[in-house]
């Protein structure tokens, strides 16, 4: 009785979710394959702006970063330009970014942003999550824990509305986790068969006894 009772928390022990982890794929605006923030000007090397290239052409204390929020040491301004002074056509401006999941059972990012005007929108994998509002003078939170997620690629996009001429910019400061599906290890699995197989040998004993 004993050994089934142990064989079964074995196995309920490896059906269990592993711990959350860190989406490692998904950066913040503006910075490094490490999270640190980046220096100088060029094109970002995570973000992209759809139909061009996302540039970190901001310079903390230099216009538009003044009225915009300041860079932080782990996120930066995105633009449409080089030149982050740059006046723009009115309407919306999409920034993406992508990342990839293997098999999960749950996954959420959350973090902050800045925007030059305001979000109409955020969408990940072509769903709206509702998120939309903010401004370029302060930081709003977001967070999202859905069903959007995918296995494989995920595409995060935000819509820039420019609304009153003049720059265009995006600040997103976030990280995200998941909980990994629980796949066993062929060392696992080896012991699964084998806990499955005392079990059953259990149960023959117990019915000749019985007989």
Known sequence: M???LFVSAALVALAAPANAAVITSLYSTGVTAGGVATTGNGADLHWTLVG???YTGG???NFPIG???TDTATARWITPTG???DELPNGNYTFETTFTLGAFTSASFSGIFAADDSITDVRLNGVSLGITGGGYPFY?????SGAAFQTG???LSFDVLNSGGGPVGLQVDLSGSYIS???PEPASWGLMISGLGLVGLAGRRRAALAA
């Open 140 to 144: 709003t939170n977001f967070s999202y």
């Open 153 to 155: 690629l995920n595409t």
């Open 67 to 69: 009225p915009w929020v």
């Open 2 to 4: 004993m050994r089934i």
């Open 83 to 85: 030149n982050a002074g």
């Open 181 to 183: 599906a629980a796949i």
């Open 59 to 61: 310079v903390n204390g």
């Open 52 to 54: 061009g290239t996302a």
